[in-house]
């Protein structure tokens, strides 16, 4: 190495220190654990983004060095920002849109037209119940503190806030929910000593309160009527509905809803008991809560922004609507409970299924008639307007102020607290209100809603299986799965709200054959010059060293802003090399020191079992997990070694930066263990950890998902299913459902499976022993990754000499094409070999059909040889007509590259609209994949 040029200009960059305890945990759980200790990273670089994918190099000299600004034909010129896909199970935005329409299901209420009294079928209305009423609360009152995740976000906020200048408040609260839930008990507690230092401080204060106030805990809800009445004086005029809600401005107060019609929800409470939320309790909470609920919320300042939602089994999700131009966004779908508060005081509990006809999603009904105006609301408030306040709706100015306000459809719309599923949940004489009017219990409410993650989803056939009633009891063995789905979704749905982060990152793809590298910064605090755009992480620069293992590689790189583009040939280099090219050019165009670069995303093929990402830093030196993820050169021995010494040249030569490594076999730990386990003697198979790992796993996953955001269907649903075809010089095939792999042709190597360039693929494992029975003494071997890990002869053959440069001498799938256009000597062969490949693939594909029973949402061809060869994508799917899939359009076929070129990332070439199934090409992103990931950990 040794070529980075010396730092010219330091810049401060944020810490992120208290936010890597995630990355502390994996570490800890990781057989792979890098040792590492706090994050010390300087706060002198300002932030920049690199992404470097790696591919094979082979020789050691560059040839010629002649910078162009002209365009390079290899280099994508779209997209200057990143476009992060939409987040998996979320509706908003680009999200997909719902595929069904809101039917409704009322649970415990009767039509409009029945009387309040009367029962519906699942509750036991014909008894009496006696009315609940709360107590008012005086705001004078001494306020119980707040409970220790709260102590925590009022210990981080601000220096979140801080770090991440551009987040909104509702980012940063999702991100503090996700820090606190993966503290230890032991990080935890401090928090619970302060809560219990704070409750000891609020007994005593309540007892002085009391004394003052000759009150004592049990006064009747009259008394406290009074109390309340007498001492909101100043802003607040008794005995009027008006005098409990907010100014306009900033209350939280009621949802309505207009829809009556339709078949959509027909809810009727009594307006005249219609309960608004009391700003002084909501308030009670603390302004940090109170700005987190409204941020959360995403409100505007009045407070009457529509917001579209829609109703399923598991609770009433908001989004904003398309047609609305909004200026906020929702994160995701928030779970949110709506309920009518009707006369008898006992709120019902309404829930709705989707089933809305392909027609009507296009017609947007499910947006246009579902809107709903809904604001924060405090459950706590429910029922506390005092006895004596018989102000009619008409007179309230809120409810006024709302277009067309329909008395009979007032609709409170509350945090749901997913955890009290059944509680919240159910049959009018089963709800137990107590989480309403429970303090404690409400907090909790409001920190898990905050948190908008713990709620779970059910798959449609769960839906139709077990019905609402069921499921919305959810027993508590269901509810941590759940809990488990949502959270990745959330997570997935971070990556998106993310993008505002101004981190700065840097990632690296190591491939077989070449390094590509995308590089972020900060437009408002780097010095690299690019146009500001409204997305704080710019792409800045882009490139790859292709064909490394060519004698020649081609170097291509971007600058974004200046359009600037170079193209070097260089000569027999390195991975090594090739990195340590890619960081000189970047000092020598658009960094000012390598200490701009903050963070380097690895993408490392093997990881093995390892089920996370795991973070690497220079102090102190992870020598225990590099040399684990250099003995797993044994298994890729294309890859791992090259990644591990361009980690190693990251650790030296950029000491600041904090190195992320993404493990291509991360995304297939979802196989199932018959389908991971191979034939072999069970035990010494399981010591010598022999199994399917599977690779391309982030490419994979980048695809599909969108894919499934073009097609507007849920990635995480189950009946999702992609089959997905990774065509490049390593090249794979996986069948993912629910955005989960669960089965893919690569094995315990990328060597499985089907063939490559130079790559075997699958054989009769005996003709390993035809071709070389004995294993090559090391030093007789050409490949110096051979060398230092033992590899056979025959292993050396199947990586290095077979594949299509074995079967044809050529290894670049173009030229195989362009040979058999051409008629050229070498035609026969090379035309062997295109149909061995399609043969391979069209098998695969056969039996990932099958173990998917059928059903493929789409084929997705991606990788240098999806993307761009169209006469493979014509024989493969001219071959595949027989399972369903649509013909190819020749014409869309033709356009692929051109219409990657114009910015689409996906183009969909089957032929005509009719038929599930569709043939999709997507350009695959696996550095854009990492940053993704990324954003969501730093
Ligand atoms: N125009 C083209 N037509 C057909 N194949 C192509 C074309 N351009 C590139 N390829 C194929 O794509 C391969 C590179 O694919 P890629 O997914 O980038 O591979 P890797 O990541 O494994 O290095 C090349 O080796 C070549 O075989
Ligand atoms: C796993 C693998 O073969 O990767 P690539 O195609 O990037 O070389
Ligand atoms: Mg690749």
Redesign the pocket.
């Known amino acids: 190495m040794g070529r980075f040029k010396p730092v010219i200009k330091a810049q401060v960059i944020p810490n992120v220190k208290n936010t890597s305890s995630n990355i502390d945990d994996i570490s800890k759980e990781s057989p792979l654990t890098p040792s590492h200790t706090n994050d010390n990273t300087s706060s002198t670089t300002p932030p920049t983004v690199i992404s470097v ?1 790696t ?2 190099i082979q020789k050691n000299q560059m040839i010629s060095d002649e910078q162009e600004v002209k365009k390079a034909s290899n280099l994508d010129e779209k997209n200057p920002n990143m476009v992060i896909p939409a987040p998996e199970g979320s509706t908003v935005t680009s999200a997909p849109k719902p595929n069904v329409k809101p039917k409704r299901k009322r649970k415990s209420k009767n039509s409009k037209n029945n009387d309040t009294s009367q029962s519906d079928t699942n509750d036991n209305e014909g008894e009496s119940k006696p009315k609940r009423t709360r107590k008012a609360k005086d705001p004078n009152a001494p306020k119980r503190p707040p409970n220790a995740y709260l102590q925590f976000t009022f210990a981080k906020r601000a220096e979140l806030k801080q770090q991440n200048p551009k987040m909104s408040p509702k980012e940063i609260t999702i991100m503090l929910g996700e820090a606190w839930r993966k503290l230890s008990e032991t990080e935890k507690k401090p928090y619970y000593d302060l809560v219990t230092q704070a409750l000891a401080q609020w007994q005593e204060d309540t007892k002085a309160y009391q004394a003052l106030n000759h009150v004592g805990l049990t006064q009747d809800t009259a008394q406290a009527s009074e109390i309340y009445s007498s001492s909101v004086q100043d802003n607040i005029q008794q005995n009027s509905l008006n005098t409990q809600l907010i100014p306009d401005n900033n209350l939280p107060e009621i949802g309505s809803s207009n829809n009556t019609t339709d078949g959509l929800y027909q809810l009727q409470a009594n307006t005249t008991n219609s309960t608004c939320v009391p700003y002084n309790d909501y308030h009670s909470y603390g302004q940090q809560q109170q700005g987190s609920m409204e941020a959360l919320l995403d409100m505007p300042p009045d407070n009457s922004q529509t917001y579209g939602y829609h109703s399923d089994m598991n609770g009433t999700h908001l989004y904003t609507d398309d047609n609305i131009n909004t200026s906020f966004s929702l994160p995701t779908m928030i779970p949110i409970k709506v309920s009518i508060v009707d006369q008898d005081t006992h709120g019902s509990y309404f829930t709705q299924d989707f089933h809305t006809t392909q027609e009507q999603q296009e017609q947007h009904q499910v947006v246009k008639q579902d809107l709903l105006l809904c604001q924060p609301f405090d459950p706590t408030g429910t029922n506390q307007r005092p006895e004596s306040n018989t102000i009619s709706v008409d007179e309230n100015p809120v409810i006024q102020k709302q277009e067309k306000p329909d008395t009979n459809n007032m609709l409170l719309c509350q945090p749901f607290e997913p955890s009290k599923m059944s509680n919240v949940v159910s049959d009018n004489d089963k709800i137990d209100h107590t989480w309403l009017q429970d303090e404690d219990q409400h907090q909790q409410t409001q920190v898990e809603y905050s948190e908008s993650i713990i709620y779970p989803r059910f798959t449609s056939h769960e839906m139709t299986e077990r019905g609402s009633h069921l499921i919305h009891q959810g027993t508590s063995q269901e509810i941590p799965q759940r809990v488990e789905i949502y959270q990745h979704q959330v997570q997935q749905s971070l990556q998106s709200l993310n993008r505002h982060n101004p981190e700065p990152i840097n990632e690296m ?6 390094i590509q590298y995308l590089t972020h910064g900060d437009a408002r605090t780097s010095d690299i010059s690019f146009d500001s755009k409204e997305e704080a992480i710019n792409l800045v620069s882009k490139g790859s060293i292709s064909e490394i293992t060519s004698e020649i590689s081609a170097f291509s790189a971007k600058i974004i802003s200046s359009d600037t583009k170079t193209t070097k040939t260089l000569q027999t280099i390195t991975h090594e090399e090739a990195f340590s090219h890619i960081i000189s050019y970047l000092l020598d165009t658009i960094l000012k020191s390598k200490d701009q670069i903050k963070y380097i995303v690895h ?1 490392v ?1 093997h990881g093995a079992a390892e089920t996370q990402a795991f973070i690497l830093r220079s102090d102190p030196s992870p020598t225990r997990a590099l040399s684990e993820l250099d003995s797993l050169s044994e298994l ?1 021995p ?2 791992n070694h090259a990644s591990v010494l361009i980690i190693k040249s990251c650790l030296k030569e950029l000491p600041n930066s904090t190195n992320y490594v993404f493990f ?1 076999t991360l995304f297939h730990q979802s196989i199932p263990p018959h389908v991971y386990t191979y034939a072999l003697p069970f035990e010494e198979a399981k010591q010598k950890r022999i199994r399917k790992y599977g ?2 796993g982030i ?1 994979h996953s980048y695809v599909t998902k969108i894919a499934a955001n073009y097609l507007g269907i849920d990635w995480n649903d189950d009946d999702t299913k992609f089959i997905s075809l ?1 065509l ?5 095939v996986c069948a993912v459902k629910g955005g989960k792999s669960v089965n893919t042709t ?1 094995g315990l190597t ?1 060597l499985e499976g089907l063939p ?1 360039a130079t ?1 075997s693929g699958s054989i009769d494992p005996s003709a390993i022993f035809h071709l070389s029975s004995k294993a090559r003494k090391c030093e007789e071997s050409h490949h110096s990754v051979e060398k230092q890990f033992h590899l056979t002869e025959a292993e050396s053959i199947l990586n290095h000499d077979s594949g299509f440069k074995g079967l044809c001498g050529l290894s670049n799938f173009g030229d195989i094409t362009k040979s058999i256009h051409e008629g050229n000597e070498n035609h026969e062969r090379a035309k062997l070999t295109f149909d061995i490949f399609v043969n391979r693939i069209v098998n695969y594909i056969g039996s990932y059909f099958v173990e998917l029973e059928g059903n493929i949402s789409a084929l997705v061809f991606t ?1 240098g040889i999806g993307e761009n060869s169209k006469e493979l994508r014509e024989s493969v799917t001219e071959k595949v007509e027989c399972l369903g899939f649509p013909k190819v359009d020749k014409e869309k076929n033709e356009k692929v590259e051109g219409s990657f070129k114009k910015g689409d990332d996906v183009v969909d070439i089957s032929n005509g609209t009719e038929g599930k199934s569709r043939v999709l090409v997507v350009e695959t992103n ?1 550095e854009k994949e990492m940053v993704n990931q990324l954003i969501t950990k730093i």
């Open positions: 994918s591919q094979k793809n190591q491939s077989a054959h070449s993408r093929v890729a294309l890859h291509d690779f391309h490419s990774h490049g010089s390593g090249a794979s690569m990328p490559g790559r990788g696996e």
